[in-house]
């Protein structure tokens, strides 16, 4: 016998006694085009495969069908129509590979009669009639050929044909050699559709009873829940029920917060699925399962290893790192110690939310950020009450669930920037979260159950003290972080910045050296800021000059960064400190200037011409040094024969006083000794020396009160060239925070009194 081709079909299956027609395209089934021109005697054999992913010769079913080719021909649709009839069911033997094709021999397969076969037959015949008068999708006119149907094997492959169930379900009547079997699949399957059909008939009358004219528009859905539940898929609903009784279960929350929930959770499943409440109830069980109610992270114990993880990061800010490290040390030695509440306050760009995001990392605790800056809303901060569609806790308790731990570092940046409305005064509301006496019993409007905040690290951060609420400033501990020196911006480049760029733009220090006099330049002259994030950007661009110019002249230079260099890629200095005139003349006096970019020289001119006494100020001066200059002539005025002054030159001119660089507003409370002087030495014709300074208030009886930012003030004051300064004697504690080259380098006069001043200069 000559082996037959075999015919591999993956979305039918040809049964005995059957015709199957098949149109394919020759671009789409290349597979039936070269088999149907190759077989022979119009035989074939017709194989379904266990596995149409790994289709070879170990996976080939041990049946099939014997197969005749009885028509082909083309259509005009462009594609080719061929029918198969099924002949009978074969045993496949000796399969090879021919190509890319297969080829088999066959063997009849041998059925042994039954008695049972004839019982079996009336069952399938019955079952048939039971299961075309109930399922509306089975066509009759099966039954028209039941009559030339003789035996349960004919009768098995004829019902199965028609059967409306999945290819997958076929393909194991081919493989079922057995009539008796065959109907016991017949029987089953049948069974099973009558009572799926069944099922889905009661479900239809099921919802329709429930349904009235409002509810029709649900008809689908009661229909998918309910076929879901049939089918044992299980209700959305109820699983989730389940899901969150177990998790509510295994939570380490108090028992009053867990018999909270479980109400909730009772009330959830009454709740009807429709109702809008739904949504709102399930909310609030998400917020109260997933907050940390009790989870704790452990404090680092190293304190070496936390102060070197502060000092790595961020340069100097001694205070804020000792008071870290104490609380630490407190809390190791107690092992029970109420968080520390810190207010950071500086000037933009020092460093500040770095920092605190540098103690969280130090204590490995997880840290949580939230911005107060224009919230008006207090419900912002202490959550929505329930009653409102939308609502949700506040973002104290929002940043808590985002930190998974109930002991954070809580950043709360821009505390300084609140404001207060109609709908309400958030920084009230702080005052629950930011007081130690209170915050162990938090309570936040959504989620109406106490929350302890005690264990929370929280660092707030500010530009301005004066602007943190009074009420809110009482419960924080103010750590002012002032502007980087000159000098310590030289610490932090050579240590920090300059090796950092220099890795990233793949430079070495044997290709690039900065002097410290250049890297003064660049801070001086090319940068303004209270921090370093300029200067940084300031380095990198210049490194990245350099970088261009070495790769585009193709050799390795060296480059010794100065003046002219910095010049040439960077162009002209973008900024001047005022410069120190060496040429003394009467009616002018250096005063000294704090900004929050550092300190400067202010130096003060006065002149009088004839008139009737009256006093003009110019150069954008603001209310307080406006007050200043009025106390200043007053005081010169009630003390004119003491500081042996005609008073006619006062009362028959005007007086006109001016602080250069008039587009720069400038206030505050230490140009009056200054002014003072001005006038003094502009009264008398007499000069003051250019290499002195002062800074200082006065008040009417000439008393010298302290002031603020002295150590930036000296600093630039020793960059003009300053040789001797005038200070209150209040701020002589000060003067420790002046870097010692520079306290070495000036002479510093502490003065109670302005007559102090006056016997130095005047006499």
Known sequence: MNKLLVLIINDMVIFPNNEVRIEYDNNYDKQMVEIVDMINDNLMLIVNPIDEDDISLTTFPKYGVLGRLKLKMNVPNGKTRIVIEGIERVKLSSIVEDGYHYKADYEQVTIESHEEEKTYFNIVVKSLETYITKVPYMSNAIM???????????????????????????????VTPDPIERAKYLIEDMNKDLKLVELEQRIENEVERELDKTQKEYFLREKIKLMQKELGEGNNKETEIERLTKKVSKMKCNSKVKEKIKRELARYETINSY??????????????????????????????????????SHYALDDVKDRVLEYLAVKQNTNNLRSPILCLVGPPGVGKTSLALSIA?????????ISVGGINDEAEIVGHRRTYIGANPGRIIQGIRKAGTTNPVFIIDEIDKMTKDIKGD?????????????????????????????????????????QIPYELRDRLEIITISSYTEYEKLDIAKKHLIPKQLEEHGLTPLQVQISDESIMILIRNYTKEAGVRELERTIATLFRKIVKNILLSKDVFFY????????????????????????????VVNGMAYTVFGGDILPIEATLFKGKGDLILTGSLGEVMQESCHIALDYVKSNAKAFKIDNKLIEENDIHIHVPEGAVNKDGPSAGITITTTLISLFKGKCVEKDIAMTGEITLRGRVLGIGGLKEKIIGAHRANIK???????????????????????????????????????K
Not at 145 to 174: A, G, H, R
Not at 745 to 750: A, G, N, P, R, T
């Open 144 to 174: 028209s050929q039941l009559n030339n149907v003789e035996t349960l094997d004919e009768l098995c492959d004829l019902v199965v044909s028609f059967l409306p169930i999945k290819y997958e379900e076929k393909k194991k009547y081919i």
């Open 275 to 312: 109702s809008p409440e739904l949504g709102m109830v399930r909310e609030y069980l998400d917020w109260m399962t997933n907050l940390p109610w009790n989870n704790y992270t452990k404090d680092t114990n190293n304190l070496a290893k936390v102060k070197e993880i502060l000092d790595s």
């Open 361 to 369: 990392k130090s204590l490995n605790r997880a840290s949580a950020k």
């Open 426 to 466: 958030p920084a009230s509301s702080l005052l629950e979260v930011l007081d130690p006496e209170q915050n162990s019993k938090f309570s936040d409007h959504y989620i109406e159950e106490e929350f302890d905040l005690s264990k929370v690290m929280f660092i707030a951060t500010a530009n301005y003290v004066e």
């Open 560 to 587: 010794d960064i100065d003046e002219k260099l910095i010049e040439e890629h960077l162009g002209k200095k973008k900024y001047i400190y005022t410069e120190n005139d060496k040429s003394k003349e009467i009616g």
């Open 724 to 762: 001797k300064v005038f200070i209150p004697k209040e701020n002589s504690k000060d003067l420790d925070e002046i870097p010692e080259e520079i306290r070495n380098d000036l002479k510093f006069i502490m003065v109670n009194n302005y007559k102090d001043i006056y016997k130095a200069l005047f």
